[in-house]
């Protein structure tokens, strides 16, 4: 079963704007962390911004934010002011408390920033 | 150098070639990872080590095969690959995997393109 959902295969933001991927998750895990990464042309993957399962509050980084729903199991990511050099694919992934546990990422999503 | 580091950028092999992919860390890592990323597919788990332990193998090919000498340093070794096997292959490392918090990620490196032909 898909442990990381992103709906959004694509997404395009006007310069300036603010854009929200989606992001939801299954697990019966009720410790967990979950992740975004950037991951531009170039191919690094680029450690965004994490939340924790039990932060009480939704994790914040720059621009970057995460609209954490646990009760809905979604985890979206919200960039403000969109810039040209956030054009790039866009993943969330989660790393569950069990074991040896490793990160699940999603397929991604694909922002494109127009001027 | 600092963080993550894998060589080649690029590589093009016949299907009846060895070669090998070099990943490099120096952050002070203990686990690492090698993941695969296709075309229109999430990221593939390959392979994961932990204290140069290999710790998991996703039903990896046997045509892929990883090498981890020490913590700083883990290689995958190819040969007799296939077309279907150009890809995306990514290096990560990050804390001990049996550290039971959760706040860490992982670092990747550039990545090395591969293809097959």
């Known amino acids: 079963a898909q442990k990381i959902t992103q709906t959004q295969p694509g997404m395009f933001v006007q310069e300036k704007e603010a854009v929200t991927l989606d992001c939801t998750y299954d697990?019966?895990?009720?410790?967990?962390?979950l992740f975004w990464y950037k991951q531009p042309s170039s191919g690094e993957m680029i450690f965004l911004i994490y939340?924790?399962?039990?932060?009480?509050q939704n994790a914040t980084e720059g621009r970057y934010s995460l609209n954490f729903q646990k009760a809905r199991k979604s985890a979206n990511l919200v960039i403000s002011a969109s810039q040209l050099g956030d054009s790039a694919m866009y993943f969330c992934?989660?790393?569950?408390?069990?074991?040896?546990?490793?990160?699940?990422f999603g397929k991604g999503t694909m922002l494109l920033v127009s001027p | 150098e600092t963080g993550v580091t894998q060589t080649p950028r690029h590589l093009v092999m016949g299907m009846t070639n060895k070669k090998s992919l070099k990943c490099e860390q120096h952050?002070?890592?203990?686990?690492m990872y090698w993941y695969k990323q296709s075309a229109k597919k999430p990221l593939e788990l390959m392979f994961v080590?932990?204290?140069?332990?290999?710790?998991e193998n996703n039903s990896v090919p046997s045509r892929f095969s990883p090498e981890c000498p020490n913590s700083s340093h883990l290689f995958l070794h190819l040969h007799t690959l296939q077309p279907e096997d150009s890809a995306l292959y990514l290096c990560?490392?990050?804390?001990?995997?049996?550290?039971?918090?959760?706040?860490?990620?992982?670092?990747f490196g550039s990545g090395t393109r591969l293809t097959v032909v």
């Open positions: 697990t019966s895990d009720p410790s967990y962390g």
């Open positions: 939340q924790g399962s039990y932060d009480q």
């Open positions: 990560a490392s990050s804390q001990d995997l049996r550290d039971r918090g959760l706040n860490y990620g992982y670092t």
């Open positions: 080590y932990n204290f140069k332990e290999q710790t």
């Open positions: 952050l002070g890592h203990n686990a």
């Open positions: 992934a989660m790393r569950e408390n069990s074991g040896y546990s490793t990160l699940t």
